[in-house]
């Protein structure tokens, strides 16, 4: 069950269903309990390549390289630049640059009426329900940075978008 609750953006004073993380997040070792029980691996094995996972994925992404974990999705890195870009193509350097993110795009499969299947996202048993707890039982969680898709300009996006 995915809750939401009821959000005001400050960025144009409209009213937006968002999502509520609650509980305390998954950490490595019970996600590599679970992985050891639905695989051949022990849960210490699945903690090594777990906790591996990100240096490996850097190390190939510093190359400009995109990594792609099949069944999961695509990873790589999007830029931001300083101001509003520059009038000519020959003013354009990297010291315009002033941040790196990562770009996660889940991994997507034809289904059958046409339409596109994301990975991480069932096509059936998913119920929304209105939170009505109160705000110190959400999980504290770092804020996701939302830009424009990398023109370094941050913008709000209506209900968490």
């Known amino acids: ?22 509980g305390k997040p998954v ?16 849960p210490a094995d699945a903690h090594a390549v777990i906790r591996a996972l990100p240096g ?24 931001q630049a300083r101001g509003k870009g520059v009038a000519t193509q020959e003013e ?6 002033t941040g790196l993110k990562v770009q996660f ?17 069932a096509e059936d048993g998913i119920t929304f329900m209105e939170w009505l707890g109160k705000s110190s039982d959400e999980t504290d969680l770092p804020d996701d940075e939302t830009t424009d898709g990398g023109t370094g300009e941050d913008e709000e996006r209506p209900g968490g978008l």
């Open 1 to 22: 069950m995915i809750f939401w609750k009821r959000v005001k953006q400050a960025i144009n004073d409209k009213w937006y269903p968002l999502t509520v993380t609650v």
């Open 27 to 42: 950490e490595t070792q019970e996600l590599a309990q679970r992985l050891a029980r639905e695989s051949t691996i022990s």
């Open 56 to 79: 490996v994925m850097a190390d190939f992404m510093k190359e400009s390289r995109a990594v792609h974990l099949e069944g999961f999705g695509w990873f790589r890195y999007l830029i």
């Open 92 to 97: 354009v350097s990297s010291d315009q640059i």
């Open 105 to 121: 795009v889940p991994e997507r499969t034809r289904n059958m009426s046409g339409g596109y299947t994301r990975s991480l996202i």
